[in-house]
């Protein structure tokens, strides 16, 4: 585990991912957390997504996926999750791409600003030399977190804007 304060990440075993689907369902929207799949709401396809891509990322940034998840903890309680996914650069660089959701009542603490410097150690460990990410024009939080963690933002003409880490 490794920690920023009160924010720490956690691995996603068994035990976590349950309590981060709990979690998602009770307190956030289920595109917030997966795609969307199968319809409305948690139904069977999203429910078998959203366990399989965290059993995926287990093996971690060298497994098969070539991704990592983790669980974020504040004060020990199970805030929300963080991943981080391998992209091809083309230019034999190593880049990763990046996103968070969080609880509802978990949000506009500091939390996800310092979920993401926990990240950003982490994929500095590994080599990584640049993080990516995109959210939606509208997306203010996850705007202000990218850019206080030196991101340059480039708005992009389909609604989204594209953040660019270099570590
Ligand atoms: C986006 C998200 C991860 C931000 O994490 P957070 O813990 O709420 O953000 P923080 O408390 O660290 O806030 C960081 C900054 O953003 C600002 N902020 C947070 N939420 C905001 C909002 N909804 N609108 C405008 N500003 C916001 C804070 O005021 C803070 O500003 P400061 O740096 O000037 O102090 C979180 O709101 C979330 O999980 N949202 C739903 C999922 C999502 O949108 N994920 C991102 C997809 S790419």
Do not use: C
């Amino acid at each position: 585990m490794s920690g920023l304060g009160d924010v720490s990440l956690v691995d996603v075993d068994e035990t976590v991912l349950e309590q981060l689907l709990e979690l998602a369902k009770r307190d956030a929207s289920p595109d917030e957390v997966a795609p969307p799949l199968g319809g409305p709401g948690w139904n069977l396809e999203r429910t078998a997504w959203f366990f399989s891509y965290h059993r995926a990322a287990a093996h971690g940034l060298d497994g098969d996926a070539g991704e990592k998840t983790w669980g974020i903890l504040a004060g020990g309680v199970l805030a929300g999750s963080i991943r981080l996914r391998r992209v091809e650069s083309g230019d034999g660089v190593a880049v990763a791409d990046t996103g968070i959701w969080l609880g509802r009542s978990f949000r506009s603490q500091g939390i996800g600003t310092a979920a993401l410097r926990l990240v950003l150690h982490e994929a500095r460990k590994a080599g990584i030399v640049q993080v990516t990410a995109r959210t939606l024009t509208g997306n203010l939080g996850a705007q202000r977190v990218l850019a206080s963690a030196g991101a340059v933002l480039t708005p992009d003409d389909d609604g989204t804007v594209n953040a660019v880490v270099v570590l």
